[in-house]
Each structure stands twice: as C-alpha cells, then as structure tokens.
Antibody, heavy 120, light 111 residues
Framework: QVQLQESGPGLVKPSQTLSLTCTVS??????????WSWIRQPAGKGLEWLGR???????NYNPSLKSRLTISVDTSKNQFSLKLSSVTAADTAVYYC????????????WGQGTLVTVSS | QSALTQPASVSGSPGQSITISCTGT?????????VSWYQQHPGKAPKLIIF???NRPPGVSYRFSGSKSGNTASLTISGLQADDEADYYC???????????FGTGTKVTVL
C-alpha cells in the first residue's frame, strides 16, 4: 500500500520560503501514471488544493498561489516537494501531500500532514 | 473559485440516517461527475469515502452513499455509528485553473 509522509520545518519566518518534502513509499513516484498534489488546511478551517505534479512532468497550480508556488519531484529519492515563497501568517496551516490517479479526479492516498507556522 | 457550500453541522442518533449536502454551480459539481467525499477525524488526515459521485473505495462501509442532482451533491450516512462522528468535506473537479474545489465542511455529531 502506498504511504506518503510530509517533512520540513514547522516554523517559518514571514517573507521567507516554506519548503516541504513528501516521501512516497510502497510504490514508485514515477511508476504508472499518477499526479501528486499538495493540499493545506488552516486550523479549524477547510481544505485548499494548492497544486499538483504529473509524472509526465506537467504541473498545475491554484491561481491564488501560482506566483509563489513551485512543486518539483526527485524520482531518485521517490519524493516531491513544495516551495511557497514570501509567506505570511495566512500561510499557517497543516500541509498535506496526496496522490491521485491520472484520469481520476480525487485523492486516494494522503500523508498524515505537517503543521507549518509562519511567525517571527 | 469559491468553496462549495455545506451545512456547518448535522447531527443524528445512533442507527439513524443523515444527509449532507454540497452545493456548487453549473461549472462546479454540475458540470462533471467528479465529486468526492472525505471523512476527517480530529487530528487526522482526510480519508476518501466516495468518489465519482457515488462510488465507494474498497474497505469503505456500504453505509456511506453519494448522489448528485444538478448543482448539489449529497452524502448519506445510514445506520449512524459513534465512529462516524467527524468532519466531512466534499470536493469537485472544475475545468477552471483552480481544478479542485473543496466544500466548507460539515461536522457530524452522533447524539
């Protein structure tokens, strides 16, 4: 069974760049055809899709974050990453990585989530 | 893209059935049969319970069922159990650049 695990700093200063990594186990990140997404959830609030990376190399970003967001993949480590620049307190949230199947529009496997706080 | 509208809370007694609505627009929910539902217990990651409006992934109880009419999707939980107490989120695919829109979330309380 596929498992995803987020990792990265839990505290980021305002205006800096938030960097997270999602490590995939139980399956190859480049095998078959999947897309790999980042989703976040501020405390006590709903979910927000941030962006996704296809194993074909294509990326899609939420327009509300597109200018600040980069998603990349390291197939040698079976990982994909998120970088969000110029963060503010509004970016404080639990960040999840998740998998979807090509041609299917849902998220079938999720990481446990990691809390990132933006504060000086 | 605005979030899909869900009731903030729904409650029911054990054994009862409850239904959670998820209202969007003709371009979201209404346009495609790509509506999914997620269950989230406190402090846990969301778990997929319904995909493509009414399909259940392997291992998900038959007590969870989904449907859609026009711009509104619905999740029904029958035979309510204590472990069903959680937050529930709908999600829909949209052809806009936002791609995925989630609902506002519904807290289910088992009385």
């Amino acid at each position: 069974q596929v498992q995803l695990q987020e990792s990265g700093p839990g505290l980021v200063k305002p205006s800096q760049t938030l960097s997270l990594t999602c490590t995939v186990s139980g399956g190859s990140i480049s095998g078959d055809i999947y897309y790999w997404s980042w989703i976040r959830q501020p405390a006590g609030k709903g979910l927000e899709w941030l962006g996704r990376f296809y194993t074909t190399g294509r990326t899609n970003y939420n327009p509300s974050l597109k200018s600040r967001l980069t998603i990349s993949v390291d197939t040698s480590k079976n990982q994909f990453s998120l970088k969000l620049s110029s963060v503010t307190a509004a970016d404080t949230a639990v960040y999840y990585c998740a998998r979807g199947d090509f041609g299917e529009e849902f998220f079938d496997f999720w990481g446990q989530g990691t809390l990132v706080t933006v504060s000086s | 893209q605005s979030a899909l509208t869900q009731p903030a809370s729904v409650s029911g007694s054990p054994g009862q059935s409850i239904t959670i609505s998820c209202t969007g627009t003709s371009s979201v929910v209404g346009a495609y049969n790509y509506v999914s539902w997620y269950q989230q217990h406190p402090g846990k990651a969301p778990k997929l319970i319904i995909f493509d409006v009414s399909n259940r992934p392997p291992g998900v109880s038959y007590r969870f069922s989904g449907s859609k009419s026009g711009n509104t999707a619905s999740l029904t939980i029958s035979g309510l159990q204590a472990d069903d107490e959680a937050d529930y989120y709908c999600s829909a695919y949209t052809s806009s650049s936002t791609l995925y829109v989630f609902g506002t979330g519904t807290k289910v309380t088992v009385l």
